[in-house]
């Protein structure tokens, strides 16, 4: 059974940066896309970032374009979400997800349903 657990999250200030990490165990990882997703106080859940399975391709929602780089190592079987710039809108728990793909190319996206796992997220707080 794979299982994702998220880690990195914290209480910081606005302008400030984190890196969050996507620790997979159970699952082949290299046959998985990977992305982050976040959901803020009273907000459904958001895609933030998606990466294909070897790390060649990345996607993006507008929000964050520019200020967060999704990242993955599948030596060691972790997806990463380095967040510069980081506003008090950021705010949220960010959960990672693994959807399984045959294409090389294939960056997944908001759909929620094509995910296989989740993890069970971290919290992000920023401050003004």
């Known amino acids: 059974q794979g299982r994702l657990n998220e880690s990195g999250g914290g209480l910081v200030q606005t302008g400030d940066s984190l890196r969050l990490s996507c620790s997979a165990s159970?699952?082949?990882?290299?046959?998985?896309?990977m992305a982050w997703l976040r959901q803020a106080p009273g907000k459904e859940r958001e895609f933030v970032a998606g990466?294909?399975?070897?790390?060649?391709?990345?996607n993006y929602a507008d929000s964050v374009k520019g200020r967060f780089t999704i990242s993955r190592n599948n030596a060691d079987n972790t997806a990463y979400l380095q967040m510069n710039s980081l506003q008090v809108e950021d705010t949220a728990l960010y959960y990672c997800?693994?959807?399984?793909?045959?294409?090389?190319?294939?960056?997944?996206?908001?759909?929620?349903?094509?995910?296989?796992?989740w993890g069970q997220g971290t919290q992000v707080a920023v401050s003004s």
């Open positions: 997800a693994a959807d399984f793909s045959v294409r090389s190319n294939y960056v997944p996206g908001p759909e929620e349903r094509t995910y296989d796992y």
């Open positions: 159970g699952l082949n990882f290299a046959n998985y896309a």
């Open positions: 990466i294909s399975r070897k790390g060649r391709y990345t």
